[in-house]
């Protein structure tokens, strides 16, 4: 049986380009050819160290080239790469580390503290790198499927205890050749990596399609916004992933004018939409934006815009993947133009379940369609638009009320700079909404100016019974607004006698 795991990518790359660079940090450069054999070295290793078939590699630390390493090397073993979040709390990675329960933690050397505290064998990837660079070992040839496990990506976790998504050799595969259909990854583009890679945007998005191609990945650890505009710029960036928070950061730095963008052929983004302001500035030095829509369970590509068609649909999602089949439910109904409804996913990118949670799979592959929770609604050109999500909607005295909607006419209101709305109990219209709101240092809003401000813009009963100021919005690692933190500060905020008061005034 041929090795068909995403392990096996950088050595047939090379036998193709073997000299072309395939992954840079720094002063550091990897060649198809010399990562395909550092991925052996370090999968030999692993071996060694007793990891195989089906075995868990966890792996703590920021974006590095012994990431890339470690992944491919682990899925040439068919062993499952786990990729931790670094930037959460000890007891939260102590949870994903028990839920995986890894054979390995390999961890970046500012994680020691961390890792010395689990109960597991943990090794410095330092350490990893020594004994691969002094190993002569070969790896013995292991079977792996298409249809075997690759990785293991913990959701966010918004709304509660992350879940282990497992994504298939297959999943990822196919993904990439749903991005590729989608855009046009070359062998001479230098790809930025700056999404981290414990999530399936920095994971799967642009870097596995440009590693297929056999183009470059420019590594950077961590996000910054200076320091991507000037790697943009210095090094003729084509392309990268990322997530709105961080279009919006560098759109909005002081260098943002004045850097040479010329060599970006396109910006992928996901995750939400990007804030107007934002978009028109990156629009202004026209760099195309291209809005792709997925989740984690779906490696992660579901919907995306075309290059040819973006700007006309600006804030659309797009259109569904190559390989991939959309519906509207609850009954799996063709997504015909006007059709409103839960957007429903198949195809050969969606992942095969929760780790250890057969309970949550098959509720999310309920009659075999992955439900994403999403509210979506098909446009008269088959451009589809994300409505909100399932648990988002909220029911205010029989009427449906999408936060997203009132959260667009609230971020319209000057000096608004963003935006949250939840709903909470209310004893008489048996829900209400309670808006969030960042505003600018001079401004004046109020929370009945805001209010006035959005009547005849929005129906009565979908105007906020209550606005908090707030300095920031919670916020998950990839950029999401945390809504379960916010119902929580409403419902303990904000006394039930002042909602009802305020709700009967507005309606």
């Known amino acids: 049986m041929p090795d068909l795991s995403v ?8 036998r193709i380009n073997p000299e072309a660079i395939a992954l840079r940090q720094g002063t550091r450069a990897l060649s198809y050819a010399e990562l395909a054999v550092r991925v052996d ?15 868990r590699v966890a792996y703590l630390g920021p974006n590095d080239v012994a990431t890339f390493e470690v992944f491919f090397a682990t899925g040439r073993l068919g062993a499952v790469f786990v990729p931790l979040n670094w930037r959460l709390a000890p007891p939260e990675v102590a949870y994903q580390v028990a839920d995986c329960t890894p054979r390995i933690l390999l961890h970046a050397l500012e994680f020691e503290s961390i890792a010395r505290d689990l109960p597991l064998l943990a090794m410095p990837l330092g350490e990893l790198s020594r004994l691969a660079s002094s190993s002569t070992s070969h790896l013995i040839g292991v079977d792996v499927g298409l249809d075997d496990d690759a990785v293991i990506l913990y959701t966010s976790g918004t709304t509660g205890r992350p879940k282990g998504a497992v994504l298939t050799h297959g999943n ?8 590729l259909a989608h855009f046009d990854a070359l062998s001479t583009d230098t790809t930025l990596c700056v999404s981290p890679l414990f999530h399936a945007v920095g994971l799967a998005q642009a870097t596995l399609p440009t590693l297929f191609k056999g183009g470059a990945i420019r590594v950077l650890a961590k996000f910054d916004a200076a320091a991507v505009l000037e790697t943009i710029a210095s090094e003729r960036i084509a392309s990268f992933s990322c997530v709105p928070t961080m279009l919006k950061m560098m759109a909005e730095h002081p260098s943002f004018q004045t850097t040479d963008l010329t060599s970006l052929r396109y910006v992928v983004y996901g995750g939400s939409p990007v804030p107007e302001h934002a978009a ?9 934006l291209v809005q792709g829509y997925g989740m984690t369970e779906a490696a992660p590509g579901v919907m995306m815009a075309t290059m040819s068609g973006a700007t006309a649909h600006p804030v659309s999602i797009g259109v569904p993947h190559f390989f991939t089949d959309v519906a509207v439910g609850p009954h799996a109904a063709e ?17 095969r379940g929760y780790w250890q949670r057969p309970d949550d799979t098959a509720t999310a592959l309920d009659g075999g369609w992955y439900h994403s929770g999403d509210i979506v609604q098909v446009g008269d ?3 589809s638009y994300v409505v909100d999500r399932v648990k988002d909607l909220f029911i205010s005295g029989g009427e449906n009320v999408y936060p997203s909607e009132v959260e667009r006419e609230l971020a319209a209101l000057p000096g608004v700079v963003d935006a949250a709305v939840v709903g909470v109990p209310d004893a008489l219209w048996g829900e209400v909404g309670v808006a969030f709101v960042v505003v600018s240092q001079d401004s004046t809003w109020t929370t009945d100016s805001v209010r006035a401000a959005l009547s005849g813009r929005l129906a009565a009963f979908k105007i906020p019974a209550h606005v908090e100021f707030v300095v920031a919005l919670p916020l998950t690692p990839t950029g999401k607004v945390r809504k379960q933190d916010l119902r929580v500060r409403a419902t303990g905020d904000v006394p039930e006698a002042r909602r009802k008061h305020d709700k009967e005034e507005t309606q």
Do not use: C, I
Not at 172 to 179: K, S
């Open 41 to 55: 070295y370090v999968a030999a290793v692993l071996s060694s160290l007793g990891v195989g078939k089906g075995d």
């Open 335 to 351: 997504p015909v133009p006007g059709a409103q409804g839960e957007l429903l996913v198949r195809g050969p990118n969606v992942f």
């Open 7 to 14: 392990g096996s990518w950088p050595a047939r790359r090379a």
């Open 172 to 179: 990822l595969t196919f993904n990439t050749m749903n991005q």
């Open 280 to 288: 028109l500035a990156w629009q202004a030095r026209d760099v195309p």
């Open 381 to 383: 050109d088959g451009w």
